[in-house]
T-cell receptor, first 114, second 113 residues
Framework: AQSVTQPDIHITVSEGASLELRCNYS??????LFWYVQSPGQGLQLLLK??????LVQGIKGFEAEFKRSQSSFNLRKPSVHWSDAAEYFC????????????FGKGTMLLVSP | KAGVTQTPRYLIKTRGQQVTLSCSPI?????VSWYQQTPGQGLQFLFE???????NKGNFPGRFSGRQFSNSRSEMNVSTLELGDSALYLC????????????FGQGTRLTVV
């Protein structure tokens, strides 16, 4: 069965500092990988996705993520965090074959300090 | 292009009652999935519909059911509500549900009292 681990429940970053959120997955083959962001009381917004090809993917709002097969990781990065980035971030894995059921990590809450 | 629309946004129900939630996917999307989000369990897959057929189902009791209409709109129903059903219910739409990204609605916040 596929699974996703986000080891950090909370992370606090100073505004303007760089950010890296960790995500490790377990899956039998190369999966589809996603990062979503959720503001309080809202739905999930897709930040970026990896299906195949270039292992460094660019997303919206200046985010990027790198797929590392050898480490089963898909970490999310941003060079300079803005106060508006404070939210909860979810990593998800989807099956390459079969249906599009997503398995989510528990999420990482990002706090941005002034 | 309109996004995924879920109605209502908020609901308060009493234990034992039933509830129906609605989801209108992005135009042209034929796959609709439902997820339950709670602080304790996180995001859990409920079921997925494609062309009016349930293709996949998560590990939830039979009190949770759904359907999809010919225009791809979907409803989910929870019967005999329990306190533990209080959650944010999220609907996601995708083009085919296979190898395509899912776009989520704002969710329906269900509170069972």
């Amino acid at each position: 069965a596929q699974s996703v681990t986000q080891p950090d429940i909370h992370i606090t970053v100073s505004e303007g500092a760089s950010l890296e959120l960790r995500c490790n997955y377990s899956y039998g083959a190369t999966p589809y990988l996603f990062w979503y962001v959720q503001s309080p009381g809202q739905g999930l917004q897709l930040l970026l996705k990896y299906f195949s090809g270039d292992t460094l993917v660019q997303g919206i709002k200046g985010f990027e993520a790198e797929f590392k097969r050898s480490q089963s990781s898909f970490n999310l990065r941003k060079p300079s965090v803005h106060w508006s980035d404070a939210a909860e971030y979810f990593c998800a894995v989807g099956a390459v074959s079969g249906y599009s059921t997503l398995t989510f990590g528990k999420g990482t809450m990002l706090l941005v300090s002034p | 292009k309109a996004g995924v629309t879920q109605t209502p946004r908020y609901l308060i129900k009493t234990r034992g009652q039933q509830v129906t939630l609605s989801c209108s996917p992005i135009s042209g999307h034929r796959s609709v999935s439902w997820y339950q989000q709670t602080p304790g369990q996180g995001l859990q897959f409920l079921f997925e519909y494609f062309s009016e057929t349930q293709r996949n189902k998560g590990n939830f009791p039979g009190r949770f059911s759904g359907r999809q209409f010919s225009n791809s709109r979907s409803e989910m129903n929870v019967s005999t509500l329990e306190l533990g059903d209080s959650a944010l219910y999220l609907c996601a739409s995708s083009l085919t549900g296979k190898g395509t990204e899912a776009f989520f609605g704002q969710g329906t916040r269900l509170t069972v009292v």
